[in-house]
C-alpha cells in the first residue's frame, strides 16, 4: 500500500489529524505572505474535520476558503457543499475567513464556469491546502469515472481551475469542479477516508488508472505533498 496513508484508530483521531494539517500549512502560508487559502470537499466525511478546523486559533480573517466542486444548488439546499462548509467550518475562529462560492444565481453551471474560473485563477495559484474525499465509485471532486469531459477536466489545455460537469445518475448531476491543474497546485493536500468499502477502492485505485479511478489522478499528480488518511 502507498507510504503515503495512515490508518487511524478511529475515525475522530484521523479528523483530528486532517484539521492539525492544514492548520499547520494555513497558518505557514500566513506567515509567509499575510494570506492563505484552502479548498474543501462536501460529504459527511469532512464534517468533523471541519469542526475541529474551526475551533483552531488563526488568523482565520487572512484566510480564503473555497470549494473543491459544487452540486448545481442554491446554498439553501440540503445538497449544497457550500450549505455544509458554512455550518461545519466557518464558524467559531474560523468564521472570520472569506468565503468563495461555486453557486452562483447564473442559470446553469455551464453559464457560470468562466466567471467562477476567473474568481478562483488568484487563489489557485498558491492554494495551501486542499481537502479531498473519495467516493465508492473512485472519484473524487466532481470527477467521475466515464465523464465524457474526464480528460479535459484533469488536465485542461487553457489552465482553469473551475469547468462545469455533469455526473450522470447522480442525484444531482450537474456541477462545478476544481480541474486536476488546480489541484496539484495545491501546497498540501488530505484525502481522508472512512470504511473498508472505501479502502478496498483505494487500494483498487492503487493499481488502476485515472479514467476508471479518477482519484488516481490526485494521488499521483500531488506526490509527497499529499497524506492519505483512513479509519474504520
Known sequence: M???????????????????????????????????????SGGSTPKQAFEILSDTPLDWSKVVAGLVDERWVPPD?????????????????????????MWTPADDAGLAAAERDFAYRP?????????????????????????????????????????????????????????GHAVRGAKHAALLIFGREKREVLEAAMTSDARTHPVRFAIDSLGGRLRIMWAE
Not at 507510504?3 to 484539521?19: P, Q, Y
Not at 439546499?77 to 462560492?101: C, F, I, M, Q, T
Not at 473524487?140 to 481551475?161: E, H, K, N, Y
Not at 450522470?168 to 469542479?177: I, S
Open 2 to 40: 502507498d507510504a503515503r496513508l495512515t490508518t487511524f484508530a478511529n475515525r475522530e483521531a484521523a479528523s483530528k489529524a486532517v484539521a492539525e494539517y492544514a492548520a499547520q500549512a494555513l497558518a505557514a502560508d500566513i506567515s509567509a505572505s499575510g494570506r492563505a487559502s484552502i479548498f474543501v
Open 77 to 101: 439546499d440540503a445538497e449544497s457543499n457550500e450549505r455544509l462548509v458554512r455550518r461545519h467550518l466557518l464558524k467559531s475562529h474560523a468564521g472570520a475567513a472569506g468565503l468563495l462560492p
Open 123 to 179: 487563489h489557485c495559484a498558491s492554494t495551501a491546502f486542499v481537502f479531498l474525499g473519495m467516493g465508492t465509485d473512485g472519484h473524487t471532486a466532481s470527477w467521475f469515472p466515464g465523464m465524457p469531459v474526464l480528460d479535459a477536466v484533469l488536465s485542461p489545455g487553457d489552465g482553469r481551475c473551475v469547468m462545469a460537469v455533469e455526473a450522470t445518475g447522480a442525484v444531482v448531476p450537474h456541477r462545478l469542479t476544481l480541474t
